[in-house]
């Protein structure tokens, strides 16, 4: 330790500042007219490319040699099942699995954890899984992280897959951070690609950070399996076709516990308008709507197009409708087919969190409003009178 | 008992940008704030100790010497205590490093009650540590918190915030929690805890005050490793439109046509 340096080459520093600028870390600074490297700095090496007076080097020592741990092969994904039904992203993982499986030579194995379950395995091996391990007890009937990461652990380590992937859904966010620290290992979140390096076998995970405005792509290198969470709807499940594929029960064994936990009752919202994370479409609400009355318009038309409700912070804040639909940095990412942007003026903030949908609609009063900068399709207009007679048209074309 | 709140300090996200040409950030102007989320951690933890009239309330986090700043923002909301974790070490850790670091830490601090997190960070937008560290103090989490329904020495009952709803969850002590924005509203600082943040100086510790296991730590203990940054795909606005309402409706009509969703 340390295994890399940043090293600052003072006879050729200037102490221009122009590293100060580009660091997104924070993490370097000139003080009396050169530079300072902090404890922060995670050696990303933007800098010593932006330094015109090769004044920053970047020192690796050749690591010790580290050794792989041998034995994992395999694909892992982890299906998810909401209320009794397997959820979208549990499907759509399954085709990228694939991918990756082709890529390595290897086959899926999917791991099935809850209560009368045992119904989905066929549809999984259909979408494209060989193995289904099957964990079914009236004890996981309701998803409890600690028991449910106790099983992925034993099914990791009993199977020991080189990847494992998961969708970044609420359950995937608690779950496998926790198993990944059980284990030892390194953990992507929100993948949204993901290629296999020629050279190592090893898995590029692509993510996007700092709220979208950047992408990076990670490794995990000396540690297994390699795991990952994936964005839901990035990937597109595989048409459905009769295969052959196996179910391996695992029996579960309740564990004494130093603690306890359990889940005391479920609460579920509107239906299917709050799922916006594996909504088609999702229309969403702004400050433009301007009450929670007049949030019923919203709800019309979404209504209308079989979709989900969205709104932006403003909305949220002033009461109109619960955090459960707020979409943007501080609340959900979403990237449906279509997102329809009602009186949302699109701040930064908002944009993160809907800026990648397929296509974006914005329907807003202000023509200057910066929405329309990201809008595939605007609408300079009322909110109150579009929407009434589009949801006219939208009814003529049906038919109705 | 304490009440332990974990925050981070971050760039405000919103400025970074990345100069698609050059390949390289662009944070002219960027300010370090208090990761959002943990202003909702930190006022969740200083409510637990007024609705229960027990607990001492500890800031806790790790980063450059500078991060000094994000305690003294605790500590005028009206935490107890800061601590500041840095050490050279400590650099280049990933969520792993980072949640075990956090973890001995708190071993340290002694007999938790409840440990506060945010829902995640906006820099890196992960929600890995929360989660992480319950498995190194092997406790158990409820993330995304919405309400704390009820809270004593044994157990907490909280609702969680699930992609159809809420769940209710009870779990016993100590456990980690990460929260939601929905969950309250952070205060703004008093006068009086403007003043005791001028006059604080937080309590430092580096790798040698705690008990730590070099290979969990740093660059060394990071499992994870960035290879390579680029810009996303630049989204450019479509064409916009304007006329009478029935001239908008059929323009939007015949894009959903052409999408093939009506």
């Known amino acids: ?400 | 008992m304490n009440i332990i709140v974990c925050i981070k300090q971050v760039p405000d996200t919103q400025d970074v940008k990345m100069d698609p040409e050059r390949g390289t950030l662009i944070r002219e102007g960027v300010k370090s704030i208090v990761n959002p989320f943990d202003l909702y951690a930190l006022e969740e933890g200083i409510r637990i100790k007024e609705r229960t009239g027990k607990g001492t309330v500890v800031a806790l986090t790790m980063g450059p010497p500078q991060a000094e700043e994000a305690l003294k923002e605790a500590i005028a909301m009206g935490v107890d205590r800061g601590i500041l974790i840095t050490d050279k070490a400590f650099a280049g850790a990933d969520t792993l490093a980072t949640s075990y670091t956090l973890a001995k830490a708190i071993e340290k601090i002694g007999s938790p009650w409840v440990i506060v997190c945010g829902r995640q960070a906006i820099d890196g937008d992960t929600a890995q540590v929360g989660p992480e560290l319950a498995a190194w103090l092997d406790v158990p989490q409820i993330t995304y918190v919405s309400k704390i329904l009820e809270i004593d020495e044994k157990r907490i009952k909280a609702e969680r915030l699930t992609d159809y709803g809420y769940d209710v969850v009870e779990a016993t002590v100590p456990c980690v929690i990460t929260v939601n924005k929905e969950i309250n509203e952070p205060r703004l600082p008093s006068l009086r805890g403007m003043m005791k943040a001028k006059r604080f100086k937080p309590e430092i510790w580096d790798s040698s005050s705690m008990d730590v296991d070099r290979k969990y730590i740093g660059l060394e203990g990071s499992p994870t490793r960035v290879i390579k940054i680029f810009a996303p795909p630049q989204k450019i606005g479509g064409q916009k439109h304007e006329g009478t309402p029935e001239e908008l409706a059929k323009i939007i009509v015949k894009k959903f046509e052409e999408l093939k969703i009506i």
Request: aromatic content about 6%; glycine content about 8%.
């Open chain 1, 1 to 400: 330790m340390p295994k890399r340096e940043l090293r600052v080459i003072k006879e050729n520093c200037t102490g221009c500042g122009v590293c100060e600028e580009v660091c997104p870390y924070n993490a370097i600074e000139v003080i009396n007219g050169i530079a300072v490297v902090r404890d922060n700095c995670v050696f990303c090496g933007i800098c010593v490319e932006s330094c015109a007076f090769e004044a920053l080097k970047l020192y690796e020592e050749k690591p010790e040699e580290r050794t792989v741990p041998e034995g994992y092969s395999g694909v892992m994904t982890y299906a998810e099942v909401l209320n009794g039904e397997l959820s979208r992203v549990s499907l759509e993982i399954l085709s990228i699995a694939r991918e990756l499986a082709k890529r390595l030579n290897t086959n899926v194995t999917t791991l099935l954890i809850g209560h009368n379950i045992e119904k989905h395995a066929k549809a999984l091996i259909n979408h494209g899984a060989d193995k289904v391990i099957v964990v079914d007890h009236s004890e996981l009937n309701r998803f409890i992280d600690e028991k449910y990461a106790k099983i992925f652990v034993t099914a990791i380590e009993q199977f020991k897959p080189e990847v494992v992937i998961g969708g970044a859904t609420a359950v995937g966010r608690a779950l496998f951070p926790r198993v990944a620290a059980l284990l030892k290992t390194g953990l992507t979140a929100d993948c949204t690609e993901f290629d296999i390096e020629k050279e190592t076998g090893l898995l590029l995970q692509t993510r996007p950070a700092f709220g979208g405005n950047i992408m990076a792509t990670i490794k995990t290198e000396f540690t297994r399996p390699q795991m990952a969470t994936v964005r839901p709807r990035v990937f597109k499940p595989l048409t459905p076709e009769e295969r052959d594929g196996e179910i391996i029960k695992l029996e579960y064994e309740p564990h004494k516990e130093s603690f306890v936990k359990q889940v005391l009752d479920v609460l579920i919202t509107e239906g299917e308008t709050v799922n916006l994370e594996d909504a088609d479409i999702i229309v969403s609400g702004g400050r433009g709507v301007g009450s929670k009355e007049n949030f019923k318009v919203i709800f019309d038309l979404a209504k209308e197009l079989n979709a989900a409700v969205g709104a932006s912070r403003a909305a949220v804040d002033a009461g109109w409708i619960p955090y459960a639909h707020q979409v943007g940095q501080t609340g959900k990412t979403v990237s449906p087919k279509i997102y329809i942007a009602c009186g949302i003026s699109g701040a930064i903030q908002h944009q993160v969190g809907m800026r990648s949908s397929d296509f974006i609609i914005a329907i807003n009063k202000d023509p200057e409003a910066p929405i329309f900068d990201i809008a595939d399709l605007g609408i300079v207009g009322d909110l109150f009178e579009v929407i009434p007679v589009l949801i006219k048209e939208i009814k003529k074309k049906k038919g109705e």
